[in-house]
Structures are given as structure tokens and as C-alpha cells.
Antibody
Framework: QITLKESGPTLVKPTQTLTLTCTFS??????????VGWIRQPPGKAPEWLAL???????RYRPSLKSRLTITKDTSKNQVALTMTNMTPADTGTYYC?????????????????WGQGTVVTVSS | DIVMTQSPDSLAVSLGERATIKCKSS????????????LAWYQQKPGQPPRLLIY???TRESGVPDRFSGSGFGTDFTLTISRLQAEDVAVYYC?????????FGGGTKVEIK
């Protein structure tokens, strides 16, 4: 059974750096095709994908936020971290980490099939 | 960038009746290498994360009731709830995973009439 859980601060001040951690179980980065992503959802709006890290250390970022984001993985701890610099009130929302499907039949990636419960981040002075 | 447009924004359906949600992509989501449409549908209830219902446009995720079905090809997709139940009240999102951005649609809120 795959589970993921996000942790991190609930309140950050403008210009500060946010660091979130996703701790997961039920899968491993030693398996070909594994990917973990971060997605955020502003209050009352649609989700927005932020970043993804793969089993082979490949990293992908939302282009508009690429300069502010860093995603890393710690295989020994089963954790994925997301760092976002220069936070503003517009970054307020719920931040989720999620497991990405992998279709072995085609060797291609899929949708996000398992999500954490999310962590609410408020940016305010 | 791919734009995902959902319609309607909201709909109210009687219990046991059909609910139909549309999703239109600004470009084809058909991946040439495997001939699959890279389109997913999610259900989100208040205070919960999105739940994957459908992937590859019409493949139901394990554990999803068979009253949920996906259809469509290329740029036009549909999620159908064949017999609406009270527990289906939620916001539904489509998402493309064809592009790097993995863009979500704006969502459709389904309520009971």
C-alpha cells in the first residue's frame, strides 16, 4: 500500500524560503519508473503541478517557477523535499506530494495515482 | 502551453440520473508511441486531496465504481457518472499529462438537484 505524507511550516513570511518534506512508503526510488511530484492548490482553485523527481534523478519543474524551486530525494529515508524561495502571498495554498503512475507496458509516465493529505501553507507577514 | 477547458463549471443532477462533464484540450493528447490519450480525471471532495478516477482517457483506476466512465479522443473528452449517488458530490478535474506542465482543467462542481 502506497502512502505519502507532507510536512512543513504552516505559516511563512513574504520573501522567506519554504521547505516541505514528503515522507512515503510502499514504493522505492530504486524501482525503474518511480516518480514523485509536488502539486499545489490555491484556495478555491484548480491544482497546479510544480515539480517532479524520478528514480533516475531526473528533475522537472514548472517553467514559470523554475528559478524558485528545487526538488530533491533521499532514497535512504524515503523522502522527497521541495524548496521554494522568495515566497509571496500568491503562494498561499495546500501543497500536495503525489506518486506518479508508471506504465511498464509502454515505458511512459502517467497520472498522479496516490496523493498525500496535503499541508496548508499561508504566506503572510 | 496546453489549455484545458472544462464545462460546465457546475451542474446539479437528481439522484440516480446521469451527470456528464466535458473537457477540451487546446492540442491533441494522443501520444504517438503508444496510441494512448494522456488524459486523467480526478474527484475532489472538500478537505480531501484529488482522487484519481480515470487515466488514459477511459481506464478506470482500481476501486473506482463502474458508474464512472471516461471517453473521448484527441482533444475532446467526457466523464460520465451514470447513476449519481449522494457520495459523488464533489469537484471533478481533468488533467493532461502529455506535456511537462501537466495542466488541470478549471473543475466542475457536481451537486444534487
Amino acid at each position: 500500500q502506497i502512502t505519502l505524507k507532507e510536512s512543513g511550516p504552516t505559516l511563512v513570511k513574504p520573501t522567506q524560503t519554504l521547505t516541505l518534506t514528503c515522507t512515503f512508503s510502499g514504493f522505492s526510488f530504486s524501482t525503474t519508473g518511480v516518480g514523485v511530484g509536488w502539486i499545489r492548490q490555491p484556495p478555491g482553485k484548480a491544482p497546479e503541478w510544480l515539480a517532479l523527481i524520478y528514480w533516475d534523478d531526473d528533475e522537472r519543474y514548472r517553467p514559470s517557477l523554475k528559478s524558485r524551486l528545487t526538488i530533491t530525494k533521499d532514497t535512504s529515508k524515503n523522502q522527497v523535499a521541495l524548496t521554494m524561495t522568495n515566497m509571496t502571498p500568491a503562494d498561499t495554498g495546500t501543497y500536495y506530494c503525489a506518486h506518479r503512475q508508471y506504465h511498464a507496458d509502454s515505458g511512459t509516465g502517467g497520472a498522479f495515482d496516490i496523493w498525500g493529505q496535503g499541508t496548508v501553507v499561508t504566506v503572510s507577514s | 502551453d496546453i489549455v484545458m477547458t472544462q464545462s460546465p463549471d457546475s451542474l446539479a443532477v437528481s439522484l440516480g440520473e446521469r451527470a456528464t462533464i466535458k473537457c477540451k484540450s487546446s492540442q491533441s493528447l494522443l501520444y504517438d508511441s503508444d496510441n494512448k490519450n494522456y488524459l486523467a480525471w480526478y474527484q475532489q471532495k472538500p478537505g480531501q486531496p484529488p482522487r484519481l478516477l480515470i487515466y488514459r482517457a477511459f481506464t478506470r483506476e482500481s476501486g473506482v465504481p463502474d458508474r464512472f466512465s471516461g471517453s473521448g479522443f484527441g482533444t475532446d473528452f467526457t466523464l460520465t457518472i451514470s447513476r449519481l449517488q449522494a457520495e459523488d458530490v464533489a469537484v471533478y478535474y481533468c488533467q493532461e499529462y502529455y506535456s511537462t506542465l501537466r495542466t488541470f482543467g478549471g473543475g466542475t462542481k457536481v451537486e444534487i438537484k
